[in-house]
């Protein structure tokens, strides 16, 4: 599979299937893993980063969940495609940077990627579409059991996986879940929300996760601890909480509908015709309108429009995607007009 290969695929993390996929876009797994007696990769040199890298490339090719994946070495990849990865939620910001001796892991359909040499050797994620926790939880942890026959991980009985920040150390595992909580934005609940969230020592972050602010109403919502817990406690957390912000979206959005029906359809089909006819968007705007026509599908207002190909355009806009359909690098401007363009296509074909 070649980089590009991706561009005219989707992810399954994408296709709007799943549980409560209405308000869910996707859930993610994420294990961080390092190796027993090497330094974490902040403190590593070069000959250890290379090694690590060189016994997990070893390692997949014996597991069979690896079997249809591609390694993407980060110092064979220009800007662009560090960024495509990080735009289709393969890595991170921080995996891009600095490229000696990293790589990312990446199955076919995109459920399964691991970043060697993030924070930590190991970054395990699975990711797919809907609210779907625990069928994530038993994919990573049938991986993590077939890694851990390959590779010796460093682990105390005391304290759990050891990590290069403390705050993973335990299980070492995070699960978060990407909502779309328009409704309690408009109706201005989501402060009363995301102040509860985190009280209850739960993580809210952006589209981007940490460090990114939130955009178009998407949410990611994630445990913040990992240590004292096992994996099916925190999970079984995560999806108690889940459950309770979806059902206060779900009321929120009823009465959006009931109280002011004209108000909310109005806004809907302002942003579908600016969608449908602007020449020049930036990125910000296009997510905040492709947000709005997202909840007319999921309320039906919208009867032809259906939310795998608005989650398809989330991504398909981003900077980086562009480029990469375009062939060229383009600049700022250049990106407002092709993203523009290519909105007005697809939504052209389907509306």
């Known amino acids: 599979m070649e980089l590009n ?13 799943g549980p409560s996929s209405g308000a869910v876009m996707s859930t993610r797994v994420r294990l961080a893993r390092n190796f027993i007696q090497v330094p974490f990769p902040n403190r590593a040199s070069k000959k250890h980063l290379q090694g690590i ?7 997949i090719k014996k597991i069979d969940h690896f079997k249809n994946s591609t390694v993407f070495r980060m110092n064979e990849l220009d800007d662009v495609d560090k960024e495509f990865l990080v735009e289709r939620h393969l890595m991170s910001h921080e995996h891009a940077s600095n490229a000696e001796g990293k790589a990312v892991i990446v199955s076919a359909e995109e459920v399964l990627s691991v970043m060697v040499n ?3 050797h190991l970054r395990i994620q ?11 939880w038993k994919i990573i942890s049938a991986i993590d059991d077939r890694l851990s026959e390959e590779l010796h991980f460093a682990f105390s009985p005391a304290w759990g996986y050891l990590t290069a920040c403390p705050t993973n150390t335990g299980t070492a595992m995070r699960g978060s879940v990407m909502l779309h909580l328009p409704a309690l934005v408009m109706t201005k609940q989501i402060n009363k ?3 509860a969230i985190a009280k209850l020592n739960f993580a ?15 949410y990611q919502i994630s445990n913040q601890g990992s240590l004292g817990h096992s994996e099916e406690d925190i999970l079984q957390n995560i999806n108690g909480l889940i459950r309770q912000v ?6 929120a959005r009823q009465a959006l509908v009931v109280q002011n029906r004209p108000l909310l359809e109005d806004k809907i089909f302002r942003s579908l015709g600016i969608l449908k006819n602007a020449h020049i968007m930036s990125s910000q705007e296009a997510v905040e309108l492709l947000s709005m026509i997202r909840l007319g599908a999921e ?11 608005l989650n398809e355009l989330m991504i398909m806009i981003q900077p980086a995607h562009l480029q990469k359909i375009d062939g060229n690098k383009l600049s700022p401007a250049a990106r407002d007009i092709k993203r523009a363009n290519l909105i007005r296509n697809k939504l052209g074909e389907v509306s």
């Open 5 to 17: 290969d991706l561009i005219s695929r989707t992810g399954e993390w994408l296709r709007g299937t």
């Open 53 to 59: 890298l060189d016994s997990v490339e070893k390692a």
């Open 118 to 120: 993030e924070e930590d």
């Open 126 to 136: 699975v990711m797919n579409s809907g609210l779907n926790l625990f069928e994530a």
């Open 193 to 195: 929300v995301l102040t």
């Open 204 to 218: 809210s972050r952006g589209f981007y996760g940490e460090g990114t602010q939130a955009i178009g109403n998407f």
């Open 246 to 251: 979806i059902e206060q979206e779900e009321q």
């Open 299 to 309: 309320l039906n207002i919208l009867t032809r429009l259906n939310v795998q190909i």
